[in-house]
């Protein structure tokens, strides 16, 4: 999927928002999609799976590598990754040097299938959906029909990726999929999770407490993560709630 169907929040070292990337002594860490990437010049080798500088991917998971301690999970809502990073290092007296990190990579987008199933009164048993468009209908001798306009379609399959059946989307009903950026319900999980999960972990942490003390929940931006490409994630920030299309739909609706 393109990077314009991802969304972005991430909260820096000074617990302000940020691009979405944190810088450790050996390693970095950028939350792509919904997914996070390891990057390392020192650390890259030829010959694997990843281009320069990236060294690796994270889906979630607990792990300490290159100076970077990270957690990240898996959230149903909005299909996201939470992600936090204890990147601080310490200097030649001991003396910790904080620098901590969290983030969503989430879909930026919300399906209104279970929607309008309901407002159709339509009561079908799935695994899951495709959703898409064309402008054709088959005929009751499976003859193609073109169509004036093109419609949207939902296809649903069963646990084994199996078809069941498609059906066509009511123009009444409207648009089957909201441009949401990040949810205010993802953010308020996200927020739960670092002030309850995490800084159990970090109860006895000065500088974690201060670090999360400092953050102004109001304040945090989102950002479209293909807007960020065009324009950098500051211009095309917005708060969460507040999300307007992206540079990709408003040329499209031209």
Known sequence: MALSNWDLLAIGKDGKSC????????????????WAYLSSEEMYREGGH????VIGSIISGDFEIAGLSIVAIRHSLQNSIFVFVDASTYNKNNKQIPNYFAGIGCCAFYSKVREYLEWKGINIEFNDVITGSRNYTIGPNDETILLE????TIMFVDENDEYIKEIEVDDEFGELTDFVGVMPETLEAFKN????DISKEYEYTPAFKKWIDSIDWESLYRFNQGD???????????KVGEQNDTIIMKMIKK
Not at 193 to 196: A, D, F, I, P, S
Not at 228 to 238: A, D, E, I, L, N
């Open 50 to 53: 990843f281009s320069k500088p």
């Open 149 to 152: 306009k093109t419609v949207q």
């Open 228 to 238: 960020r490409f065009f324009v950098g994630h500051k211009q095309s920030g917005t």
């Open 19 to 34: 691009d979405g990337t944190v810088k450790g002594k050996f390693a970095s860490l950028e939350i792509y999609k919904n």
């Open 193 to 196: 999770w670092l002030l309850k």
